[in-house]
């Protein structure tokens, strides 16, 4: 093929410049050397991977632009590992026309892709057509000087003072600190106590008379102090009054569920989902910006990711493996439903979270910090009438909507009073219940 | 001795009471539970056990043959459908229609290439539509993604791809990533059509799983506006 289009040139160079037919030895020679200049430039260029520090690091960018993400030099990700690649595939060539196109290679019956492709079946690589042959060339080059590099883990291996290591040392430190307080303590009350007992055997030893005595030896022993009735008033009425506050506290619990933190069928963490890894709420709870209920993950939306990662770092396999078993099994995980409120109030987030602009943890406090979700607040009617009245609306989010409210609530109370949830109607009975 | 009696009730009385309290697996003692286990289907509260809450049973509930007993009160599932659930599939060969009055998408998983060629965005690029598929992008892309698209989201180890590093038992681990994550902005995505972001969020493509069932069309048009201006 390629031979054929040189040759095409050839004859095209030759009608235009006729003289050299004439010539048939020389065009013999000319055509000749120009063949071979090709073939040889062509090698060259194409085969030899360069060692070039530009090369390198304009390999680099691309690399990591392009390629990171699925590839590693020395280690299998998503796609093979590369170091090597430009000895094992068929050529320099294939490797080009493959990047360019992978899904065409494989498709076109080509054995080195097809047994490569059967490897990592479903994956296929991303066709990057944009890329140009000299682009490629860098990678490979990036990649060559990086299989070549010695691995800078084999080198410092040094063990990292983490944050946490500090932090327990931190704590140790107070412990030591708080039990040095205490041992000081002790041991000055039984020098004191030493003291004032050698203090008495020395009086003792003097003269005294009994108004001194009686300082001395007070009458008052701890069996007198403890019956007498200033005392047993005292004892009674603080016993008394901690007993009647956890009465009073404790009844007021009934009914509130503050502080309940059941265990889930599966340890799902929010600390490690929605704090380490920054997933939105709204990329699981969907449905809270949209209508009354905030919606908890059906299995699909926690596969999105664990198709991929089958281990944790604190669980290992146990507690992923559920949320694929359910998934295979066409299963619905059972969740235990923690904030709930009674039959007879309606609540409903898109009104709160979307209308209202409030933050999700005003109610439901750092659900990101939470291993295990704790119901945060009261939930009494107390609480959501609290928040009402204290509530300022933000109306410059449906400016039109609330222009009107805004003119008659001025005209009523004047135009400096604050304007509360309360004042659209947030303490009415009916918003509430019905 | 009457003041020790007392106190002895009062003590005591307070101690049983702080069992009313929630805590943990502990829900506390509920006032008028008939009302927090609604006899109505609620969303997220299905209770599949018939005999749960007998002992405040105030209803004959219908029977299901002439043998058992009705269900208890807080009983609070369909027995017909799968796994009893109260939430059904919707019939067959429905179609639910949004305010837009757009038909479910159709393009199977594998017309990516038709998708892209064929789909055209029915919004315009306004400074809002825009606005909009940024706060969506950040909600459901970013993580993956990154915040400028280039594929150093924190599940995808973040921009140093460090990984999260976590102490457990003493020991430094780092958490997994999610590996084949696209750089939005590489060279190889810089031409795709809106209409292939909008198929690949509904549908997925390799690695990347479907999110239609997390994003309602009008705001998958937004973020296909929102990810062309990344890609700039």
Redesign the interface.
């Known amino acids: 093929m390629s031979s054929d289009s040189r040759f095409a040139l050839l004859v095209l160079k030759t009608d235009i410049e006729p003289h050299m037919i004439k010539n048939f030895t020389s065009a013999c020679k000319f055509f000749i050397l120009v063949f071979v200049f090709a073939f040889v430039s062509s090698t060259s260029s194409a085969q030899e991977i360069s060692t070039d520090p530009a090369a390198i690091k304009a390999g680099e960018g691309i690399f990591n632009a392009n390629c990171k993400s699925c590839h590693k030099v020395k280690e299998k990700l998503v796609g093979p590992a590369l170091a090597g690649v430009d000895e094992r595939a068929p050529s320099i060539d294939w490797i080009k026309s493959f990047i360019k196109n992978p899904p065409g290679m494989i498709a076109s019956g080509d054995a080195y892709a097809n047994n490569l492709y059967k490897d990592y079946k479903p994956t296929m690589m991303t066709a990057f057509s944009s890329l140009k042959d000299e682009d490629i060339m860098n990678v490979l080059a990036y990649v060559k000087a990086k299989e070549a590099e010695v691995p800078k883990d084999d080198v410092i291996k040094d063990p990292v003072p983490g944050g946490e290591n500090t932090e327990a040392g931190g704590s140790d430190l107070l412990n030591l600190v708080a039990i040095g307080v205490v041992i000081v303590l002790l041991l000055l009350v039984v020098t004191l106590a030493l003291l004032i007992s050698s203090l008495k055997r020395f009086l003792d030893q003097k003269n005294l008379n009994e108004e001194e005595k009686e300082v001395v030896h007070s009458p008052i022993t701890l069996k007198s102090a403890l019956s007498s009735p200033a005392f047993i008033f005292i004892v009674a009425f603080l016993v008394a009054a901690l007993g009647f506050k956890t009465v009073i506290n404790n009844l007021f619990a009934i009914g509130v569920q503050q502080g309940y933190a059941p265990k889930q069928p599966i340890a799902f963490s929010h600390k490690i989902h929605a704090g380490d890894l920054e997933i939105d709420c709204k990329y699981c709870h969907v449905g809270v910006t949209k209508g009354k209920s905030a919606t908890i993950p059906s299995v699909n939306i926690c596969m999105n990711c664990h198709n991929q990662i089958k281990e944790g770092a604190q669980t290992g396999a146990s507690q992923i493996k559920q949320i694929t078993d359910a998934y295979a099994n066409n299963e619905p995980i059972k969740w235990v439903r923690i904030h709930n409120l009674p039959d007879l109030a309606y609540f409903n987030h898109a009104q709160h979270v979307v209308v209202g602009g409030v933050e999700c943890q005003t109610c439901h406090g750092p659900i990101q910090e939470m291993e295990v979700v704790k119901q945060h607040s009261l939930l009494t009617m107390g609480w959501c009438i609290d928040c009402h009245r204290k509530t300022d609306i933000d109306t410059t989010r449906n400016a039109e909507y609330y222009d009107k409210m805004l003119k008659i609530h001025a005209e009523k109370k004047g135009s400096k009073a604050p304007f509360k949830v309360e004042d659209i109607g947030g303490l009415e009975c009916s918003k509430c219940h019905y | 001795m009457r003041?020790v009696k007392n106190?002895f009730v009062?003590?005591s009385?307070?101690a049983l009471?702080?069992a009313?309290?929630?805590?943990?697996?502990?829900?506390?003692?509920?006032?008028?539970p008939n009302?927090?286990h609604?006899?109505?289907y609620?969303?997220?509260?299905?209770i599949d056990d018939w005999e749960a809450g007998r002992w405040v049973t105030s209803i004959e509930y219908p029977k299901l043959d002439s043998v058992t007993e009705g269900h208890a009160e807080y009983y609070n599932s369909n027995n017909f459908n799968p796994?009893k659930?109260n939430m059904r599939d919707p019939a067959p060969n429905t179609v639910s229609r949004n305010k837009q009055g757009w038909l479910p998408y159709r393009l199977g998983k594998d017309s990516l290439a038709y998708a892209a060629a064929t789909l055209k965005n029915p919004l315009d690029s306004t400074a809002s539509v825009i606005a909009d598929g940024k706060i969506l992008y950040?909600?459901?892309c970013?993580?993956c993604h990154g915040a400028k698209g280039?594929?150093d989201g924190?599940?995808?180890g973040g921009a140093e791809?460090e990984g999260?590093?976590?102490?457990?038992n003493g020991e430094?681990?780092?958490?997994?990533?999610?590996?084949?994550?696209?750089?939005l902005?590489?060279?190889?995505?810089?031409?795709i059509s809106e209409g292939h972001i909008f198929h690949v969020i509904t549908q997925g493509k390799?690695?990347m799983?479907?999110?239609g069932?997390?994003?309602s069309p009008e705001d998958r048009w937004k973020i296909a506006k929102y990810v062309k201006t990344l890609q700039k």
């Open positions: 003041l106190l009062g003590i009385a307070a009471l702080t009313c309290g929630a805590g943990g697996n502990d829900q506390g003692t509920e006032y008028a009302m927090y609604s006899v109505a609620e969303p997220y509260s299905q796994h659930m950040e909600t459901y970013d993580h280039n594929g924190k599940v995808a791809g999260i590093k976590v102490v457990v430094t681990k780092t958490r997994n990533t999610y590996n084949g994550i696209a750089n902005r590489s060279d190889a995505l810089k031409g390799g690695l799983w479907a999110h069932s997390q994003i």
